[in-house]
C-alpha cells in the first residue's frame, strides 16, 4: 500500500476500495459503517435533528485535538444544543492528493475515539480525491442526526433570563492560531473541543422547563450568539465581564493579536439561556459533569439596549458587542 | 455585496449571514431551509436511509447539468437504490475565495431545480470559505434522509437473475471530459445525471418481489457495480455487447480516449438485478416513466465465471470485466 494519498485513491477502483476497508472502515468502526449506498437506520422516534458541517480548519492538528474529533464534536454539539440526543452521524472525505496515510489516520483514529466518547456511531461515508494545489490535506464533512427524548429547547428569551456558560472561553481559536503561527510562548493553550450532549442531557433532566436556548459558541463566539438572539428583538444582552471565565494565556495572545475573546471561536461551549431563578441550580447541576466543571453565570437578559448585545466592564462602563463584518480568525473550524 | 467569495464569507460575521440569506437561503427555499443549528423534522416512519456525498466535480458547469444538480441527484439516487424515498436533503459547501457569486447563483438555482423535481427538501446546510490555491471554485456535500415505505431492496441474488438498466451508458464522464478537454467534436454529448427516486418507485410498486438489488453507476460504472455483487459469490455477471445502450459519440470519444464505457461514470443509471422471468415486464414497466424511456435487459447472473464480471462480445466470444485499480477519469462526481 502506498503511504501517500494518491488520485486513484479517489476513484471507483480497487485502490479507494482498499483505502475505505483497511483503512476508514477499519479504523472508524467496521462494525457499525455500512457499506451499501446509504445506511438504513431503526429510529427510537419520528422527531429528529439533521445537521451538517464541513471541517476545513488549518493546522489539521493542534493542541487539544485534529480535524477528526473536531468533525465528530462540532456537529454532535449542533445536535445537542437543539435538545436532541446525538445517534447518528455520516463521514465524506475530501483527501489533497500527497496527504501522508500516518495523518489520514491519526484524524480517522482522532473520530473513532470521539465518536466512542460522545456515544454516536459512524454509520456511512465517501471519499473524494483532489489534486495537489485543489485542496489542503484533509476536509471533512460530518452529518448527523439526533432524537428527541423531549420536546426540542426553543421557548420565548425574557428579560430577567441569566446567561450561562460551561467555561473558558476562546481556547479554540486562540490554540489553533498560536499553533498556526508557531508562537513558542503559547505552550499552556489548548483547544477545548469537546462533546456537549451528556452536559446538556444533564441540564433537560433536571431543569426540563427552565431552558430558553441554547448554542454552541464557535465561529464568531459568544459575542455572535447574543447577537444572533437579540437581533430585532425588544431585549438586549447583557455580560458581566468580571464573571467571564478566560485563561490568562488566551488573554495574552488574544491581546497580541488584537482579538476580543468574546469573538474568538470555541469547540466545546455552549451559551445557554435559563429562567434566571433557576439559573444558580443550574450551573451546579452543570458542574457534575466534566465538560461543564468551570460552568458560570456570565450575564442576563436585559429591558435595556434592546436588539444589542453589550458588556459591562471592570471599571462599570457598557461596550456594546456587535455583530463583526467578517471573523478575524479564518478557518478555525 | 461584492461579487466574488471573500474569505469573510466562511466567517461568522455580517458577510457570512448576507451570503447565507441573501443568496443561499433565497436561492435554495426560504421556506424549508431551518436556520437553526440543526434542522428539526417529523418523518413518517422509524425505518431511514442515511447517505452522504461530497462532489468534487470539475468543471463545476458542463453539458446536462452543473455541480449543484449532480449533489442534489447523487444523493437523492443514492437513497433511492436503497429503495427508500428521498426526503430531506442537507447542503455543506466550500467556497474558494475568488469564486464569481454569479456562478455560485447558478449552482444554487440547479441545487432548486433538481430538489423540486426529485420531491425532496433542502432543510439544513453550512458555508466554509477557504483561500485560493486550498480549494477549486466550490465543493458540495450533501447528505440525505429517505424513508422505507416498503422494505430495503435488497434480497439474495441468484443465476438466472437478469441484468437491467434504464438506459444509454457512459454519458456522464464522456460529457464531462470532452468539456473539460474542449474537444471540439463533442457537440452531441450531455450528461445524464438525473434523479432515480421516480424511476424506483414505479418498479417497486409493480414488481415489490422481484428486485434483488439495485445500484447507481456512478464512480466506475457499470462494470465495477457488477464487480462489487459477484465479488466472492457463487455466480458470475453476464453483460451482452449487443444489448448495451452506448450514444455514438460516447462511442467514439471513449474509444478516442481508451477507454471502455462499462467503466465510465453515470449519474442517472441504476443497474438493476431482477428475477429473470419478470424482467420484460419490468423494463415495460421503467419505459413509462422519463428517466427509464431507454431501458433495457443487458445480461443475466451466471454459473459461469463465479466471482467474476464478464461480457460476451458481438464475435462471440467472453471477455472479462476486471476491477480497475483506479478510475480512469478523474474528478467526474
Do not use: W
Not at 494518491?6 to 457499506?35: A, F, V, W, Y
Not at 490535506?137 to 421557548?155: C, D, E, L, M
Not at 489548548?190 to 422547563?209: F, G, T
Amino acid at each position: 500500500m502506498p503511504d501517500t494519498v494518491l488520485p486513484g485513491h479517489g476513484s471507483g477502483g480497487k485502490l479507494m476500495n482498499d483505502l475505505i476497508h483497511d483503512t476508514i472502515r477499519e479504523t472508524l468502526g467496521s462494525e457499525s459503517i455500512q457499506l451499501d449506498d446509504s445506511a438504513i437506520l431503526q429510529l427510537p422516534g419520528r422527531q429528529i435533528a439533521f445537521t451538517t458541517d464541513s471541517y476545513t480548519i488549518t493546522p489539521i492538528e493542534f493542541p487539544g485535538g485534529n480535524i477528526g474529533s473536531l468533525a465528530v464534536n462540532g456537529t454532535v454539539n449542533d445536535l445537542a444544543v437543539m435538545g436532541a440526543a446525538p445517534l447518528y452521524l455520516s463521514c465524506s472525505i475530501i483527501l489533497e492528493e500527497g496527504l501522508p496515510l500516518d495523518e489520514l489516520k491519526r484524524v480517522l483514529q482522532s473520530m473513532r475515539a470521539a465518536a466512542d466518547y460522545a456515544g454516536v456511531s459512524i454509520v456511512t461515508g465517501d471519499t473524494k480525491v483532489v489534486p495537489r494545489g485543489k485542496g489542503d490535506k484533509i476536509y471533512i464533512n460530518t452529518a448527523g442526526i439526533g432524537v428527541f427524548n423531549s420536546p426540542p429547547q426553543r421557548h420565548d428569551i425574557l428579560p430577567g433570563d441569566a446567561i450561562i456558560i460551561n467555561g473558558f472561553i476562546g481556547d479554540h481559536g486562540t490554540a489553533v492560531m498560536a499553533e498556526r503561527n508557531k508562537l513558542s510562548f503559547s505552550k499552556g493553550l489548548s483547544s477545548d473541543c469537546a462533546p456537549l450532549n451528556m452536559l446538556i442531557r444533564q441540564v433537560i433532566q433536571s431543569y426540563p422547563e427552565s431552558i430558553r436556548f441554547m448554542r454552541d459558541a464557535t465561529r464568531g463566539g459568544v459575542a455572535s450568539v447574543l447577537n444572533e438572539i437579540t437581533k430585532d428583538r425588544p431585549f438586549g444582552a447583557k455580560l458581566i465581564e468580571n464573571s467571564l471565565p478566560v485563561h490568562d494565556e488566551v488573554r495574552g495572545v488574544s491581546e497580541l493579536l488584537g482579538i476580543d475573546p468574546l469573538y474568538i471561536a470555541n469547540e466545546g461551549k455552549v451559551v445557554i439561556i435559563a429562567d434566571g431563578k433557576d439559573a444558580p441550580a443550574i450551573v451546579e447541576e452543570m458542574k457534575k459533569v466534566p465538560e461543564g466543571k468551570d460552568s458560570a453565570i456570565i450575564g442576563e437578559i436585559t429591558d435595556d439596549y434592546t436588539g444589542s448585545a453589550y458588556i459591562t466592564t471592570r471599571v462599570g462602563g457598557n461596550r456594546m458587542l456587535p455583530l463583526l463584518i467578517e471573523e478575524q480568525l479564518p478557518r478555525i473550524c
